[in-house]
């Protein structure tokens, strides 16, 4: 997890050179970084970006007022903010409509970006059949899921009292190794659907943003 991601504030990373130094930055919806770093361009030596992610290369002699100054901008322009990381999400529909058609119909709005980003879903109650850590450190978290309201397309029973087996979906979750020894029967998942390519064969794959427990409340039966 990045620093940004971890506290939810901008955050500037600089790589120290012989007479110059190289920024890196990362922000949040409530601070434009680009727009910051314009009020202190005269002690820039070139910069760019975009709202949330920019750089820029910056003389030595000119970082202790760099740091001193940005610092104050960021101070006051989050003033009297509650500052929390949210998701927006675009549509929640069942686990179990996620299928080729979809993606397809969603690849439509390729190319996605900054400006056009892919669409977040959400499903609800959601059953965790399958997980392990990836990663060289098991920082990241791999699943499998399926659809697990009692009357949803999950291992719960067809509409006829027989079991309704559901080929279950790979999933991905970046830096959210965390959750594997604490995992709740049921999840809702917010995620991006994306296609994996391994080994010679092609699968959707959900890219998991963000999840929870699921409520006792949320449940249709």
């Known amino acids: 997890m990045c620093i940004r ?3 939810y504030r901008p955050a500037i990373i600089m790589e120290h050179g012989a007479h110059e130094s190289r920024g890196s930055c990362r922000s949040i919806p409530e601070f434009h970084i ?27 002699d000119d970082v202790a ?9 960021a ?18 529909l069942p686990l179990g409509d996620v299928d080729w058609a979809l993606q397809e119909t969603l690849a439509r709005l390729e190319p996605t970006g900054y400006s056009n980003p892919a669409p977040l879903l959400l499903s609800r109650a959601v059953q ?9 450190d098991g920082s990241h978290l791999q699943l499998h899921l399926v659809d697990g309201r ?16 559901q080929q279950a979906l790979p999933a991905i979750a970046f830096r959210q190794g965390q959750w594997a020894g604490c995992l ?11 296609v994996n390519h391994w080994q010679g064969t092609t699968n959707l794959q959900l890219v998991i943003e963000d999840m929870r427990p699921t409520e006792q409340e949320s449940i249709q039966l």
Do not use: C, W
């Open 75 to 92: 101070a006051d322009r989050l003033a009297g903010q509650e500052l929390r990381s949210s998701l927006e999400i675009d549509v929640e």
């Open 150 to 165: 009692p009357n949803g397309n999950g291992p719960g029973h067809s509409r006829y009292g027989r079991p309704a087996p």
């Open 65 to 73: 007022e760099f740091i001193a100054r940005i610092s104050d901008i």
């Open 184 to 194: 709740p029967p049921l999840v809702d998942v917010a995620y991006r659907i994306g």
């Open 34 to 60: 680009t727009d910051a770093l314009d009020e202190v361009a005269d002690l820039l030596v070139r910069h760019g970006g975009h709202a949330q992610a920019a750089g820029f290369t910056i003389r030595n």
């Open 5 to 7: 991601d971890r506290h």
């Open 128 to 136: 965790v059949v399958g997980h392990r850590t990836v990663g060289g």
